[in-house]
């Protein structure tokens, strides 16, 4: 993704969850001054054709969050189809978006909205950043709490650093305090038994030793946290215990069969207690 994004996809379903990502869109292309892209995919229902009048879905695209997004520049695009994420995602290519922020849950006849169908799909499909957020229903505004925190995960693959970039670009915007977080196995079979503490010790020292080289090297000031354990766990309890307003995390730069969606993004994102941004 380009930083900052100049351009900004929105799906909505109007749940109280797309209102609640809606004060995270507002203020973040308000501040980037990006233009702000609105998408409702009607989709069809098996034998009862759609599940509202089309007439009745472009008041209520052309009605969402009107009066908040008055200052943005703002196109609503409504569409029909049977793939709501494949309409997401080719959007979002023919129009060279810089982002796509969704909530990880939402509503509809299909409850399509849920982590595992549209918003997986989208992680694992789209070629910009992602952004994510949970529990967005009783969201306060984001200029009411700021990012003040932000937790970076790092796995050390080889684009770690273009995951630092973004994560350091953005607390630089904010002036938030950044923290690097990274996971190391954590042994608990009977074989690794033998090794234990000495093993983990090693490990640890190991993987800070890299993290550090590389903050160094990209000219990156955080502070470093590494925990042995379950990635997923790891990388929400540092969060958690931070107060983290946002997480940076990496997803694959492979499209096709694979995807960008790898194992450990899915876990993170469905435990964060905070919205992650997937670069």
């Given at each position: ?33 990006a ?29 969402f ?32 978006v ?58 050390l ?81 540092a ?18 069969l694979?995807?960008?969606?790898r194992?450990n ?15």
């Open positions: 993704m380009s930083f900052p994004p100049k351009k900004i996809l929105f799906p909505v379903d109007f749940s109280e969850r797309s209102m609640g990502a809606s004060r995270f869109v507002e203020v973040l292309g308000g501040r980037f001054d233009e702000l892209i609105l998408l409702h995919v009607a989709e069809l229902v098996p034998y009862y054709g759609l599940p509202e009048s089309m007439h009745y879905l472009e008041k209520q695209l052309a009605e969050r009107q009066d908040e997004f008055k200052n943005l520049r703002v196109r609503r695009i409504l569409e029909k189809g049977e793939d709501a994420a494949q309409r997401i995602v080719e959007l979002s290519r023919a129009e060279n810089d982002l796509i922020m969704m909530p990880s849950h939402g509503y509809g006849p299909y409850r399509r909205f849920i982590l595992g169908s549209v918003t997986a799909k989208v992680l694992h499909d789209a070629d910009c950043s992602v952004w994510t957020g949970v529990h967005l229903a009783e969201a306060q505004p984001l200029e009411d709490r700021g990012i003040h925190r932000i937790v970076c995960a790092l796995d693959n080889p684009d770690s650093a273009r995951v630092l970039g973004w994560a350091r670009q953005i607390a630089s915007e904010y002036q938030a305090v950044l923290h690097v977080v990274h996971a190391t196995p954590a042994y608990e079979t009977r074989p690794a038994r033998y090794f234990d503490a000495d093993l983990r010790a090693e490990l640890a020292a190991e993987a800070e030793g890299t993290v550090r080289r590389l903050l160094e090297t990209e000219g990156v000031e955080a502070e470093v946290d590494v925990q042995g354990g379950e990635v997923a766990h790891v990388v929400s309890c969060a958690q215990r931070l107060h983290a307003d946002l997480v940076v995390i990496g997803r694959s730069v492979e499209s096709g694979v995807g960008r969606l194992a993004a899915y876990s993170i994102i469905r435990q964060s207690p905070c919205p992650v941004i997937s670069v």
